[in-house]
């Protein structure tokens, strides 16, 4: 055998070791498994590695989504067919076929702002601050002379209202520089004001301006959900898909009558099934058919902290 044979033959034999002395342990073997709570940890950044490209990045694993069906989670509706859909929606306009939004206003421009301010806030709460607001600023040049500043004191007692506040004043100035202190009823316009957005635009066009408009706020978004009437995943999802779904006649005012019907009868905690007007037409699997006894508490998702009704916005 030549010389470099006899080398690399002794190269890939094993390892001599001395008597009496165990072989060394192979690099190969697992290493002791590690503490649980350390597992978790590691598989929890390795996760969030692999999810940032191996960049590197610190993440707290996400939970996992609750099972439908579940007490962590209500079961899906399915989705209604058009007649149904079509049915439900004329239940609710016979049971109320002069529906109204609940925000006080006078004008364009005091609806605008009180649509502002209801954002994440109860219709209720706004209709306490607004009369003292509008007595001082009933117009949008009054308004901007407030300023954040002015406005302010007014509005303390709601939801965000420092934020409130300085939309309030940039966007009364803006229709003092830009449209001649009018609401203007193009929805571009209107949705380049600060803290106007789509749900506060199609409200405005749709109050004031008789546009067939439908904006979605939580408790139309949790209807449609629900109810099977126009499932989505974002409330743009649940505009469009109502909007297709509701008979034309209806359009205009089809949004007052599902927010209503959600902040008082389809509720979130818990459904009142058994006084629904709509109830014949809804795919809901778990409705709630019999009132519960006197005193007795919503039951509430495991983990989940209660919330208040989300505020309305018309």
């Known amino acids: 055998m030549s010389a470099p044979a006899r080398r690399a033959g002794r190269r890939a034999s094993p390892a001599r070791t001395p008597a009496g002395e165990p072989p060394a342990r192979p690099a190969s073997r697992a290493a002791p498994a590690a503490a649980p709570g350390r597992a978790r940890a590691g598989a929890a950044a390795a996760g969030a590695a692999a999810g940032s490209g191996g960049k590197g990045r610190t993440a707290t694993a996400a939970p996992a989504a609750p099972r439908h069906g579940t007490a962590d989670a209500p079961r899906r509706a399915r989705p209604l067919s058009a007649a149904p859909a079509a049915a439900f929606l004329r239940a609710l306009a016979a049971a109320n076929p002069s529906p109204r939004t609940e925000l006080h206003y006078t004008d364009p421009f005091t609806l605008l702002v009180a649509v502002v ?13 607004t009369p003292a607001l509008f007595a001082a600023a009933p117009t949008p040049a009054a308004m901007a002379a407030l300023g954040a500043e002015g406005i302010a004191p007014y509005i303390r007692s709601i939801g ?5 506040a300085r939309n309030l004043a940039a966007l009364a100035r803006l229709l003092v520089e830009r449209h001649g202190g009018k609401v203007p009823r193009e929805r571009a316009a209107l949705e380049a004001l600060p ?3 789509r749900k506060t635009a199609n409200v405005v066009l749709n109050v004031a301006f008789g546009e067939h408009t439908l904006a979605v706020d939580t408790h139309i978004f949790r209807v449609a959900n629900r109810t099977g009437l126009a499932p989505g995943r974002t409330p743009r999802e649940v505009e469009e898909r109502l909007v297709r779904r509701c008979p034309p006649e209806l359009l205009r005012d089809a949004h007052h009558w599902l927010i209503l019907h959600g902040r008082y009868v389809c509720k979130a905690r818990r459904p009142e099934c058994w006084r629904c007007v709509a109830r014949a037409h809804c795919n809901y699997p778990d409705k709630v058919l019999v009132p519960p006894p006197a ?9 989940a902290a209660p919330a208040p009704e989300a505020g309305g916005s018309a």
């Open 295 to 303: 005193g007795a508490q919503p039951a509430r998702r495991r983990g």
């Open 117 to 129: 301010l209801s954002a994440q806030a109860t219709d209720a709460a706004v209709n306490r601050v």
């Open 195 to 197: 803290g106007v957005g």
């Open 160 to 164: 965000l209202w420092q934020a409130k």
